[in-house]
């Protein structure tokens, strides 16, 4: 994806002590989601970031009720093959270059984080969660897109199994489970608060005890007998379907070939399962549902 000087960034706040806190925020939608103009905001922001460095970022969500709600599934459903690969590995490109940024970076997370969303956080250097919203409620966190018989396409099955163990990751992004914000497993962020007020102050202190060189924490960092072992399961499970299937194919070849098999794999399986008749069905369920 190209961005230009007429794209506008998200809003990038700066402080004193060096630090940014950029804003993600969808005017044109009713909730915040990963269309291609988003991918062109981000992109534009991580411009405005490398040419001007903070000391750390904190990436927050302007919505009370959503961190970022996943891609676009309306777009998914509307763009040919050839197009939806383009806007699956633009997404994979504009995520890997907020984790190559050289300062820290950390998912500030106060709202509902699924999908695309929590592939974005996974892509930052550190994740600080609250256990309730803005809105006084606890919210789910994970990678849903199974359920609708897709697979996770911005490294999803490259980057979850690293910071959850394996039989647990593998399994919830192979059936699409996702997580309560006041129940999550150990490790899905690095530290949780209780209330969203608590969320800055958390997010500096471990933005200080990073090292982005280091960071984010991927499927090459996992002890490959253990990820194959729960790919095994979930290949073995009677009650699996084809998303499982291909769930469990990406995170096998990551693991045995490396994160930029897995990422590819992630893109053709996800386009060739969005066209499948049972996929399609839930995706029509899903968007009525949601209209």
Known sequence: MTTTSATKTFPIDRDQDGSAV?????????????DQTMLARLNASIDALESDPPAFLIIRSRDERVWVAGADLKEIQS????ELETYLSEG??????L??????????????TLGGGLELALHCHGIVASAISMRGKPYRIGLPEASLGLVPG?????LLPARIAPDISVAAIA????????????????????????????AATLAGSLEPADLPRTIASCDEEMVL???DHVRHDPASDEAAGVVAHCIATGVKDGISAGLEMEIEGLVSL??????????????SRNA
């Open 154 to 158: 911005w490294g999803g099955t490259q």
């Open 175 to 202: 059936s699409g489970t996702s997580f309560k914000s006041d129940a999550m497993p150990d490790d899905l962020v690095d530290v949780t608060v209780s209330t969203p007020t608590e969320i800055m102050s958390a």
């Open 22 to 34: 950029l804003w993600l925020e969808a005017p044109h939608q009713s909730v915040v989601v990963f």
């Open 79 to 82: 763009l040919s093959d050839e």
């Open 229 to 231: 072992a729960a790919v």
């Open 92 to 97: 994979q490109t504009a995520f890997a270059r």
């Open 99 to 112: 984790s190559a940024l050289p300062f820290p970076v950390i998912a500030a997370i106060t709202g509902a």
């Open 274 to 287: 969005r066209n499948t008749e049972h996929t399609q069905a839930q995706l029509q369920q899903f968007l």
